[in-house]
T-cell receptor
Framework: DAGVIQSPRHEVTEMGQEVTLRCKPISGHNSLFWYRQTMMRGLELLIYFNNNVPIDDSGMPEDRFSAKMPNASFSTLKIQPSEPRDSAVYFC????????????FGSGTRLTVV | GEDVEQSLFLSVREGDSSVINCTYTDSSSTYLYWYKQEPGAGLQLLTYIFSNMDMKQDQRLTVLLNKKDKHLSLRIADTQTGDSAIYFCAETPGYSTLTFGKGTMLLVSP
C-alpha cells in the first residue's frame, strides 16, 4: 500500500499564478480531506469529500480556493490567483469514514508564494 | 472555547518518561486520537482511545482519558531521541471530522 500520495512535494510560485495541488487517496477509502498547516494557525480543515461529493467547504479561505474530486482516486486543490499568505504546507488525508477510523495523511505539499 | 488545547513544548532526557497533555472540547467525541508528525512528513496515527475507556496501553505508549475533565494524556515510557516530533491530539465532535490541537513539540536530548 503506497499510502496517500500528494504531488508536488514542493511548489514555489509567483504571486498571481495558479497553483494546483494533487492527491491520490488510499484505494477503498471513501472520505478525503484537505488540510492546511501553518505555524500561526496550526492544522485547518479546508474541505472534505465523502464518496467524491464535497460535504463541507466552510474552511476554504475564500473564492480563490477550489477543490474537486472527479473520481474516487484523485482530488485537486486549486488556488487562483495565489498570494504570499497562502504559503503553507497542504495535506491531503483519506479515511474509511469521517471519524472513528482515523485519517491517513499524505506527506504534504509545501507551497511558497513569492 | 472551541479549541483543542495542548502545551506547545516539552523537553525531556533520553530514558525518561514523557507526558503530553490535551484538553478537548466536546464530551460527545466518540474517539480521541494521538498523531505524531516528524520533520517534513505528514501526520502519522499513533494510537486512539474509545470514549468509554479510561486507559489504553500499547507498548511504550499509555493513553489516559478523564471524560469528566475532558482531559487526554499520552505517556511515552523510556523516551528515545527518535521520539522527538510534534504530537497532535484530535477529537471527533459529534462523530464528525477530526479537530486537531496545535501540537506539542517534544524534544528528547541525549
Amino acid at each position: 500500500d503506497a499510502g496517500v500520495i500528494q504531488s508536488p512535494r514542493h511548489e514555489v510560485t509567483e504571486m498571481g499564478q495558479e497553483v494546483t495541488l494533487r492527491c491520490k487517496p488510499i484505494s477503498g477509502h471513501n472520505s478525503l480531506f484537505w488540510y492546511r498547516q501553518t505555524m500561526m494557525r496550526g492544522l485547518e480543515l479546508l474541505i472534505y469529500f465523502n464518496n467524491n461529493v464535497p460535504i463541507d467547504d466552510s474552511g476554504m479561505p475564500e473564492d480563490r480556493f477550489s477543490a474537486k474530486m472527479p473520481n474516487a482516486s484523485f482530488s485537486t486543490l486549486k488556488i487562483q490567483p495565489s498570494e504570499p499568505r497562502d504559503s503553507a504546507v497542504y495535506f491531503c488525508a483519506s479515511s474509511l469514514s469521517t471519524g472513528g477510523d482515523g485519517y491517513t495523511f499524505g506527506s504534504g505539499t509545501r507551497l511558497t508564494v513569492v | 472555547g472551541e479549541d483543542v488545547e495542548q502545551s506547545l513544548f516539552l523537553s525531556v532526557r533520553e530514558g525518561d518518561s514523557s507526558v503530553i497533555n490535551c484538553t478537548y472540547t466536546d464530551s460527545s467525541s466518540t474517539y480521541l486520537y494521538w498523531y505524531k508528525q516528524e520533520p517534513g512528513a505528514g501526520l502519522q496515527l499513533l494510537t486512539y482511545i474509545f470514549s468509554n475507556m479510561d486507559m489504553k496501553q500499547d507498548q511504550r505508549l499509555t493513553v489516559l482519558l478523564n471524560k469528566k475533565d475532558k482531559h487526554l494524556s499520552l505517556r511515552i515510557a523510556d523516551t528515545q531521541t527518535g521520539d522527538s516530533a510534534i504530537y497532535f491530539c484530535a477529537e471527533t465532535p459529534g462523530y464528525s471530522t477530526l479537530t486537531f490541537g496545535k501540537g506539542t513539540m517534544l524534544l528528547v536530548s541525549p
